[in-house]
């Protein structure tokens, strides 16, 4: 009884977490088009910088300790193997969510695309749907939303990185994604690019270091893997 209790706080913790996962994203993803999309007045812009500074630091932080190897093993002996993935989900989920609802607006509009490049950057944006879902496939959604623990048992054939699709061509095609669908916007408002701005340069802070602990749990594989997919996220330039 008490292990079936036990797995029943799991599931629950777990499906929660999932279930935050998906709001938070589609939070994000109403903030970005709708609230971020309209253009605000110039009175209190330095202040707002700030507070959304302080909000995007605030997740970034959380968003790159906790996906540190040396933290993650620290979580998974307090909370155990089968809730270390759903704890970092819900609280990751819930700063998300949280900095885009208390995102301020910025004064400015830097474009506002004709009805031609319109059409043609809402193109690109949809080539960034199609690839985050592609890549979020091949990388195991169960596994990113905590619904899976995808840790080897001890004795296992070692892990081997993703090479398929979008990963055979860049490295992080996730974070690509991501970008694809910040940047080419119809009306790039204040508001808009200084998010677009501050994701793109904890990208480019967050690449080196997840690529350390990738090395040190692929070993070898990884640095086959990098030898041969030289594009960390844009093939040709980086």
Known sequence: MKGSSQSGRVRIVTIGGAL????SLITGG?????PFGQPALLEHSARSIAIDVVLFVAFGLHH?????AGLKRRVRAW?????DRSV??????????AMMWWWQPVAGTLWRAS????????????GGAVLMIVAG????VGDLAGLRHTAAPVGATPPTPISRGPYGLV??????????LVWPVQVMTGTRFLFAALFTAYVLVAIPLEERDLRRTFGAAYTEYARRVRARLVPGIY
């Open 20 to 23: 935050i996962f998906v709001a």
């Open 30 to 34: 109403y903030a970005y088009a709708v």
């Open 64 to 68: 790159s300790l906790f996906a540190r």
């Open 79 to 83: 909370v155990g193997p089968d809730l």
């Open 88 to 97: 970092y989900v819900w609280i990751a989920s819930v700063l998300f969510a």
């Open 115 to 126: 009805d031609a490049v319109g059409w043609l950057l809402a193109l690109v944006q949809l």
């Open 137 to 140: 496939r091949l990388a195991d």
């Open 171 to 180: 490295r992080h095609p996730l974070y690509l994604a991501f970008l694809l």
